[in-house]
Structure formats: structure tokens, C-alpha cells
Nanobody, 124 residues
Framework: QVQLVESGGGSVQTGGSLRLSCVVSGYIYSTKYMGWFRQAPGKEREGVAAILTGGGVTYYADSVKGRFTISRDNAKNMLYLQMNSLKLEDTAMYYC?????????????????WGQGTQVTVSS
């Protein structure tokens, strides 16, 4: 089992920045990739960014490219999401997730473990 706990959410004005963190514990050596997802009220959960735990290869949704950066610190068992130039449409619950499969991507169905989420609210 792998446990994930997110933090760092909050309220920010448009154009502002937030840094989300995710603590990873448990059988972390089973994870091949990790990602950040978000879900706004009435919408499906969507992938935001993903990263290979071993190699640093990253993937981003088109809507966040150039604004968000995913990174990990394996020594500290941490995953991060730096969010800059935040927009109203970035408002959502953000989730950290880990996958043990072999195909990285932004499809939520490829991820096996999920955190409880942290709320990000962007206002004008």
C-alpha cells in the first residue's frame, strides 16, 4: 500500500502562485510514476501533470503548460506542483496520485493510489 497526503492548497487571486506538496509513504518502491489531478464541481477528474519517479520525464495538460511545474524529491518522498499565473479556471480540488503500471500518462484510470485532495480557489 501507498499513502499520499496533499497540502498547500488555499485561496489566491488570479495571477498568483501556489505550491502543492504531497507526502508519499508506504511501499513507495512499487510506484513507477506520480501525478497531479484536479476536479472542479460538476466536472470529471482531469490530469494536470505527471512524472516518472525514476527518470524525471514529465507530462502536462495543455491547459497548464508553461504555468505549472511538477517535481519530486525521492530522498524526501515528496511530490510537488508549482502553480504560477493562476486562472479562475484552475479552481478545483487537487489530488496527488501514484501508479504502479508501465504506461505513464494523465488518464486517472492508470493510477492506483490517491490522496484526499487539497482545495485550490482562484478569485478575481
Amino acid at each position: 500500500q501507498v499513502q499520499l497526503v496533499e497540502s498547500g492548497g488555499g485561496s489566491v487571486q488570479t495571477g498568483g502562485s501556489l505550491r502543492l506538496s504531497c507526502v508519499v509513504s508506504g511501499y513507495i518502491y512499487s510506484t513507477k510514476y506520480m501525478g497531479w489531478f484536479r476536479q472542479a464541481p460538476g466536472k470529471e477528474r482531469e490530469g494536470v501533470a505527471a512524472i516518472l519517479t525514476g527518470g524525471g520525464v514529465t507530462y502536462y495538460a495543455d491547459s497548464v503548460k508553461g504555468r505549472f511545474t511538477i517535481s519530486r524529491d525521492n530522498a524526501k518522498n515528496m511530490l510537488y506542483l508549482q502553480m504560477n499565473s493562476l486562472k479562475l479556471e484552475d479552481t478545483a480540488m487537487y489530488y496527488c496520485a501514484a501508479g504502479i503500471g508501465w504506461i505513464i500518462g494523465l488518464d486517472p484510470s492508470r493510477y492506483n493510489y490517491w490522496g484526499q485532495g487539497t482545495q485550490v480557489t482562484v478569485s478575481s
